[in-house]
């Protein structure tokens, strides 16, 4: 009887590990660091962001150079040369704001060339980590750079939002 009652409770713990889902994690910050490419890429960035900063701080340079002259010789201008010349300074100033949206804004210089060195590196890591969820029967891997946890891969077979509509009495479009 008790020789039953072990081997019942070994084959239940055996069944039970192999139904039980599996987790991991990876720290992309230290696989990107550990990458030559991606170094080199990321070099190439600041590079790039430090030559634009310094065009745009020239242009802005120039403004503040343009509003100063402005300023000492007003007293000695026309209507019509104050008004030209605060066009001129607001044209250069507007250019000096257009650089640094070209540069620096959401769909900027910068922006694409990073989504043109970078984008790649990190889909091949994405695609790592996704052969090594698939290969190791991984549920979800967590990536835990810079300090908090987030979800780097799940197995879509766990994804469990169209039951949640179902329960609300809601079905998927």
Known sequence: MKRTIV???VVLLVAMT??????AYVDTEYILNNIP?????QDQLDQLSVDWQKEIEAVFAEVDKMYKDF?????????????????????KEKEAKDLQKKYFSKDGELYKKRQELVKPIQDDIFNAVKEIATEGSYAIIFDTAGGGASILFTDPKYDKSDDVL????????
């Open 7 to 9: 081997t019942l409770s």
């Open 18 to 23: 192999g139904i039980a889902q599996k987790f």
């Open 37 to 41: 490419t991606y170094e080199s890429a």
């Open 71 to 91: 300023e000492s010789e007003k007293v000695l201008l026309t209507e019509e040369m104050k008004k030209k010349r605060e066009d001129d300074i607001m044209k």
């Open 166 to 173: 179902g329960k609300l009495g809601y079905s998927k479009k």
